[in-house]
C-alpha cells in the first residue's frame, strides 16, 4: 500500500504543518507593547470611546495615510478590543475592496467617482459610499543638491524640471530664483512614482492648474510627464532622492526625513512657503466643501496665494458608506473614525508630519462620523 | 606499446612531452591576482569588479602562453579550458554567497527567539521590535493546505500519464500541464480572486492555499511523471507477468521504486511555493496580528511580510525583512534537506 | 534524479499491442477501475481548472483590448485611469525579452562552465557539497533574490557601469549618466544570478549521463580532458542543455518579484541598457496591480495572458526538445 503510505506522508505532512503551526500559537504572542519607546502620546487611550467594539476590523487603501493610521491604531487598539489591519494597498485598491464589499472601510487620496458612488450603492444597503476628509498631508518636493540647503521653486520650474525641460542645476530659471544659492554643474535626476498613485495625481492636478503651459498632461494617477526615473512607493523615490545627488522628487512630507531637505514654493505669496503641517493646514482651510449630502468632498484651491498657505497639498478621505454598513463592523469601525476625528486624533497627525483638518471642516465631519448607520 | 618498457625509460621525452609541475595552475592564478592588483593599484581603478577581471583575464592568457611554450597546443587550449570553468565558477560563486552573506549576517541582527514568537502587533514600520510569528504560522498553513490539496492530485494525474495515459485525454492533460507550469503566479491570484468575488467572500489564509495549490500542481505532476518513467520497465513486466493487478502493480512495484524521487519532487515543490508572493498578496490580505485559523480572516505570510517590510522603506524595517529572508530559507533549506533525507531513506536498494 | 539508472536502461521498448491489451483486460478488475477512475479523474480536474482560468483571463482580456483607445501591440503608454483608456505592451514586450536574453547571455556559458566544472574539474571530494549547494540555490524564494537584488546589488554595480560607460559608452548601448544602476542590464545580471542554479543542475544531470564508455574511449585515445568534452560530452548533452536553457529562460521570463524591486520602470524603450526605465510584464503587473481600477485590472490581465503566451511557447519548445531525447528514458510512456 505505497500510495496510501505515500497519501499518508502527505498527510501526515500537512498535519504536521497546521498542527504544529497551532501548537505554536500557544507560545505566540500578539503583546508587542511598545519596545520602540518612541511615542510620547501614552495618555491618550483614556479619551477614547470603546462603546461595544470588538473583533476585527479589515481596511486598505491610500499609502499616503498609512503613517497616520498607524499611529491611530497603536493608540486605540490599546484602549479598545479591536484589532484595526490597514493595509496599505494604495487609493484604488482600496477603493476596489470597499465597492466589492471586501473591507468595511477604505482610504483614498481621492473622493469617489459617480461610477464607485454608483457601485458602493449595492453594499451599502440603503446607503451609499461617502468622503470623510481625515488627513491632510503637504506633499513636499525633496531634493539632494550638495551644496544646497535651501531651494525655493515656483510651479513652472517645477514642471518644466519633471518634464525633463530643465536638465541642470544650475539653470538660469533655477538661479533666478535662489539667486544666494551655489548651484553646482550637476545633472538633476527627477524621480516620479512607478506605481498609480493618489500623490502623483494630486501633484500633476496642482501643476496643471498652475502651471498648464509648462504641464501640458491630463495628470490622473499615472506619470505622464517624460523622461526622469521612478521609484515604487513614496518610501522608494524618498530613499532614491536620499541615495542620489542630483535627485528630486514628490512625497509625503512624512517621507522627507533622514536628512532630505524640501523645497519652498514661491507662489506669489509675500514669501516662499515652506511644505510644513500648518502651512498645509492653512491650505486646506481655503478649500470647499463640493460633496452634496452627507459626503464631504473637497475641492483645494490650488492656485492660492494667502501668505504662508502650502499648496500642493493631499487630503486623504476615510471612505465608508453612510447608511447600511455592515452590522459587524460598524461599531469598530465608527469607534475608531470618531476617535481619529477627535482633538487627540488630529493632534497625533501633526507629530507625525501631516495637517490636521481645519476646525470648520472636521466639525462636520465629526457630526457625519455620529450619524454613521 | 608493446615494445619493452626499456624504451620508454630510455626516451621518455618523445612519449609525454614536456609536462608544467602539479603546482604551475596555483602558481600562474596567483601571479596573475597579483598583476591584476598591481595594475589596478597602477591605474588608479578602484573597483573590484575591474582588478578581477584583469586578474581573470591575464590567468587565462598566462595559462595559455606558459602552457603551449613548455607543453604543446593541445595541452595548452585544454589548461586554457580548465581556468575559464574555473573562473565561470568563482565568478557565479561571488554573488551566491553574498547573497547568503547577506542575509545571514544582516538577518542575525534582530533575529531572536522574540522575533519568532512575536507578531507585528502595533509596531509601527519606522519602530523597532516586532515579529514574523504570525507571518511564520500563515505560511506554514496556507503551504500545507496547499499541498494537501495539490501533492495528491499531482501524484495521481502523473500516474494517470505514464501508466494509463494513451489517447486524447493523456495527449491534452499533458499539454495542459505544460501550459500551467508557464502561469504567472499573479495571474493564478486573480483567477482566485474573481472566484472569490463571485461567492462575495472577504480575504483569508485558505484563497492563498488554493492559489498555491494551482502553481503546484503541475510541477508535482511534472516531476513525478520523470520519475515514474525512470523506472525500468522490466520491473513491471515481471509483476503482470506474475499475474498481479495493474493497479497493485502501480502501487506496490512503480511507486516505491520512485518513492525517494517523487517525495523529492514534492518537497522541492512546496518549497517553491512557499516563497511566491504574488498570489499571497492578493489573496490573504496580510495583517500584523497573529491569526491561526486559515479559513476566516486575513493571514500574513512570511514572503508577503519580507514585501511589505521592504516597501515600507524604513531602516529598521529593512532589518526586519532580512531577518524575515533568512527565517524563510531556513525553512526552505530545511525542507530540502528533509526531502533528501526521506529519499535517501527510502531509496529501494535495487537500481542503484 | 537517479542517472545511474537512466545511463544502464535499456533500450527503448515500444509498447506492443499485446501489452495494450493486457492493460484494456486490466482495467476491467474491480481496483483497477476504481484506481483509473481516480487518476484519470485528477487528470480531468487538471483540465478544469486550466480551462476555467484559460477562459477567464481571455474573457477579461478581450473586456480590456476593446476599449484600448491606443494599440495594444504598439502603444508607448499605459494609462489605464482615464477616458477614453490608452495602454499597450511595446515596451513590456522589449524589457522582457531584452531582460531576459541579458539573463540567458550571461548565465548560459557560465551556467554549462559550472555543470563541467562539477562533473569534470573539481576535485571529487568537492562536487557532492557544491552540487548540493547550488540545488540549496534553486530553492531561495525571488523575493529574497529581490530584497539582496535592491539593498546589496544596485549599489555595487556603479562601478561596473562607470566602467562599461567609460569604454563602450561610445556605442551608446553602454552609456550611462549617472544616477542608481536600477537598470535593465543590472536586472539582466539578477535574473542571470537567479536562473544559474536551475540551469547548472539541469545541465549537470545531463553530463552525469554521458556514457563513461564514450569518456573512456576518448581517453584511451590520448584526448586531452578539454577534447574528451567536445567529443563526448557536449555532443551528447547538448540537447539537454538547450532545454535546461530553456527552462531558465521560462523562468526568467515570468519573474515578479524580483524585477519589482530592482528596476526604476518607466514607460520608454532606452537604446543604452544602462539607463533607469523600460518595464517587464511581470513587473508591471505586480507595480500597477494594487492601485489600479476595475478596468486597470483588466488591462494588465491582458498583458498577462501574452507573457503567458510567450511562456507557454518557451516551454512548449523545452519540451519538444526534452521529447527528442526520450530514447534514453528507461519507461514506455
Not at chain 2, 609541475?21 to 592588483?37: C, D, E, H, N
Not at chain 2, 483567477?191 to 472569490?196: G, Q, R, T
Amino acid at each position: 500500500m505505497k500510495l496510501q503510505r505515500m497519501n499518508r506522508r502527505a498527510l501526515a505532512l500537512g498535519a504536521l504543518a497546521v498542527s504544529g503551526a497551532l501548537a505554536l500559537t500557544a507560545c505566540g504572542s500578539d503583546e508587542t507593547g511598545n519596545p520602540g519607546g518612541g511615542s510620547s502620546n501614552a495618555a491618550a487611550p483614556s479619551n477614547i470611546k470603546c462603546d461595544d467594539a470588538s473583533g476585527q476590523v479589515l481596511a486598505d487603501g491610500s499609502s499616503a495615510q498609512k503613517n497616520a493610521v498607524d499611529a491611530w491604531v497603536k493608540q486605540f487598539s490599546a484602549a479598545c478590543q479591536v484589532e484595526i489591519n490597514y493595509k496599505a494597498g494604495g487609493s484604488g485598491a482600496g477603493v476596489t475592496a470597499f465597492t466589492q464589499g471586501q473591507v468595511p472601510w477604505a482610504g483614498s487620496d481621492s473622493a469617489l467617482k459617480p461610477d464607485e458612488v454608483a457601485a458602493s450603492k449595492k453594499i451599502c444597503s440603503g446607503g451609499q459610499g461617502i468622503d470623510l476628509p481625515m488627513v491632510g498631508g503637504p506633499i513636499a518636493v525633496g531634493y539632494n543638491v550638495p551644496g544646497v540647503d535651501k531651494l525655493v521653486l515656483d510651479s513652472a520650474t517645477i514642471a518644466k524640471i519633471f518634464d525633463s525641460k530643465i536638465t541642470k542645476w544650475n539653470d538660469p530659471q533655477i538661479a533666478k530664483l535662489n539667486p544666494d544659492a551655489k548651484l553646482p554643474n550637476l545633472k538633476i535626476q527627477a524621480f516620479h512614482r512607478s506605481d498609480e498613485s493618489g500623490t502623483t495625481d494630486n501633484f500633476t492636478k496642482y501643476l496643471i492648474a498652475t502651471a498648464k503651459k509648462d504641464f501640458p498632461y491630463e495628470g490622473g494617477k499615472a506619470w505622464q510627464a517624460k523622461g526622469g526615473q521612478s521609484a515604487p512607493q513614496s518610501s522608494g523615490v524618498a530613499a532614491q532622492v536620499k541615495q542620489t545627488a542630483g535627485a528630486i522628487g514628490y512625497f509625503e512630507l512624512s517621507y522627507a526625513k533622514d536628512g532630505i531637505k524640501t523645497v519652498a514654493i514661491d507662489t506669489g505669496a509675500a514669501e516662499p512657503v515652506e511644505a510644513t503641517v500648518d502651512n498645509a493646514t492653512k491650505a486646506i482651510a481655503e478649500a470647499k466643501v463640493v460633496g452634496t449630502g452627507k459626503d464631504l468632498a473637497l475641492e483645494l484651491n490650488y492656485g492660492t496665494k494667502a501668505d504662508g498657505a502650502y499648496p500642493m497639498v493631499l487630503v486623504t478621505y476615510e471612505i465608508v458608506c453612510d447608511k447600511g454598513n455592515k452590522a459587524e463592523t460598524l461599531p469598530a469601525v465608527k469607534a475608531f473614525l470618531r476617535y481619529a476625528a477627535s482633538e487627540d486624533g488630529q493632534k497625533i497627525l501633526a507629530e507625525n508630519d501631516y495637517a490636521p483638518m481645519p476646525e470648520e471642516i472636521i466639525t462636520k465631519v465629526r457630526t457625519t462620523v455620529e450619524s454613521l448607520s | 606499446m608493446s615494445t619493452t618498457p626499456s624504451l620508454a625509460a630510455k626516451r621518455p621525452s618523445t612519449l609525454r612531452g614536456g609536462h608544467l609541475p602539479k603546482w604551475a595552475p596555483w602558481a600562474i592564478a596567483a601571479g596573475s591576482v597579483a598583476l591584476g592588483l598591481g595594475v589596478s593599484a597602477a591605474a588608479g581603478l578602484h573597483s573590484s569588479v575591474q582588478w578581477a577581471l584583469i586578474a581573470a583575464i591575464l590567468h587565462v592568457l598566462g595559462t595559455y602562453v606558459i602552457a603551449a611554450r613548455v607543453e604543446n597546443r593541445r595541452q595548452a587550449k585544454d589548461r586554457v579550458v580548465t581556468s575559464l570553468v574555473w573562473v565561470a565558477f568563482l565568478l557565479a560563486v561571488v554573488p551566491l554567497a553574498s547573497l547568503v552573506w547577506s542575509t545571514v549576517q544582516r538577518g542575525t541582527k534582530v533575529l531572536d527567539v522574540y522575533f519568532l514568537t512575536h507578531s507585528m502587533g502595533v509596531v509601527t514600520d519606522a519602530e523597532t521590535g516586532g515579529g514574523i510569528y504570525h507571518a511564520i504560522l500563515g505560511t506554514l498553513e496556507q503551504v500545507g493546505l496547499a499541498t494537501l490539496i495539490a501533492a495528491p492530485v499531482g501524484v495521481l494525474t502523473a500516474i494517470y500519464l505514464v501508466e494509463y495515459g494513451r489517447g486524447n485525454l493523456a495527449r491534452a492533460v499533458t499539454f495542459f500541464v505544460d501550459v500551467m507550469t508557464g502561469i504567472p503566479s499573479i495571474v493564478a491570484g486573480l483567477f482566485i480572486l474573481s472566484l472569490m468575488l463571485m461567492f462575495d467572500m472577504q480575504p483569508f489564509g485558505f484563497a492563498g492555499s488554493l492559489a498555491l495549490a494551482i502553481l503546484m500542481m503541475p510541477v508535482v505532476v511534472r516531476s513525478t511523471e520523470e520519475m515514474l518513467k525512470l523506472v525500468p520497465n522490466e520491473l513491471r513486466e515481471a509483476s503482470l507477468a506474475l499475474g498481479v493487478p495493474k493497479w497493485r502493480t502501480i502501487l506496490k512495484v512503480v511507486l516505491p521504486t520512485s518513492l525517494g524521487g517523487i517525495t523529492t519532487g514534492i518537497m522541492l515543490s512546496i518549497a517553491r511555493i512557499a516563497g511566491e508572493t504574488a498570489p499571497v498578496l492578493l489573496l490573504v490580505f496580510g495583517s500584523k496580528f497573529i491569526n491561526a485559523n486559515p479559513f476566516e480572516g486575513a493571514q500574513a505570510s512570511l514572503p508577503l511580510y519580507i514585501y511589505q517590510q521592504y516597501g515600507s522603506g524604513e531602516v529598521t524595517a529593512y532589518d526586519r525583512a532580512w531577518a524575515a529572508s533568512l527565517t524563510l530559507i531556513a525553512f526552505v533549506m530545511i525542507l530540502n534537506l528533509v526531502a533528501r533525507g526521506i529519499a535517501r531513506w527510502k531509496a529501494p536498494k535495487t537500481g542503484r | 534524479m537517479d542517472t545511474t539508472q537512466i545511463a544502464d536502461a535499456p533500450p527503448p521498448t515500444q509498447p506492443t499491442t499485446a501489452e495494450q491489451k493486457r492493460a484494456a483486460r486490466g482495467a476491467t478488475r474491480p481496483g483497477d477501475r476504481i484506481f483509473l477512475g481516480l487518476s484519470r479523474g485528477s487528470g480531468i480536474l487538471l483540465l478544469v481548472i486550466m480551462a476555467a482560468i484559460a477562459g477567464f483571463l481571455t474573457y477579461r482580456a478581450v473586456l480590456a483590448i476593446s476599449k484600448d483607445d491606443g494599440n495594444f501591440l504598439t502603444t508607448f503608454e499605459w494609462n489605464t485611469g482615464v477616458t477614453p483608456p490608452v495602454f499597450g505592451i511595446a515596451v513590456l514586450a522589449y524589457g522582457t525579452i531584452v531582460s531576459s536574453i541579458i539573463a540567458m547571455v550571461i548565465a548560459v556559458p557560465v551556467s554549462v562552465a559550472i555543470a563541467l566544472f562539477l562533473t569534470h574539474y573539481a576535485p571529487r571530494r568537492l562536487r557532492g557539497p557544491i552540487a548540493y549547494v547550488i540545488d540549496l540555490l534553486a530553492a531561495v524564494p525571488s523575493i529574497v533574490y529581490g530584497l539582496w537584488g535592491a539593498l546589496v546589488l544596485v549599489p555595487h554595480m556603479n562601478g561596473l557601469f562607470g566602467w562599461l560607460n567609460d569604454y563602450l559608452g561610445w556605442t551608446g548601448v553602454f552609456s550611462w549618466q549617472g544616477g542608481a544602476a536600477r537598470s535593465m542590464l543590472t536586472v539582466g545580471i539578477l535574473l542571470a544570478i537567479m536562473i544559474l542554479p536551475i540551469v547548472t543542475n539541469v545541465s549537470r544531470e545531463v553530463f552525469r549521463q554521458v556514457p563513461q564508455m564514450h569518456e573512456e574511449a576518448a581517453l584511451a585515445l590520448g584526448a586531452t580532458r578539454w577534447e574528451v568534452i567536445r567529443m563526448a560530452v557536449i555532443p551528447f548533452g547538448r540537447s539537454g542543455v538547450i532545454s535546461a536553457s530553456m527552462l531558465g529562460l521560462g523562468r526568467a521570463l515570468g519573474e515578479t518579484m524580483a524585477v519589482a524591486t530592482v528596476l526604476s520602470p518607466d514607460f520608454l524603450i532606452h537604446t543604452s541598457l544602462l539607463d533607469p526605465g523600460g518595464g517587464t510584464f511581470a513587473q508591471n503587473i505586480a507595480s500597477k496591480f494594487s492601485e489600479a481600477s476595475e478596468f486597470g485590472r483588466d488591462a494588465l490581465i491582458a498583458s498577462g495572458l501574452v507573457l503567458f503566451v510567450i511562456t507557454l511557447l518557451v516551454n512548449g519548445a523545452a519540451r519538444a526538445i526534452i521529447a527528442r531525447r526520450k530514447e534514453y528514458s528507461g519507461a514506455n510512456a
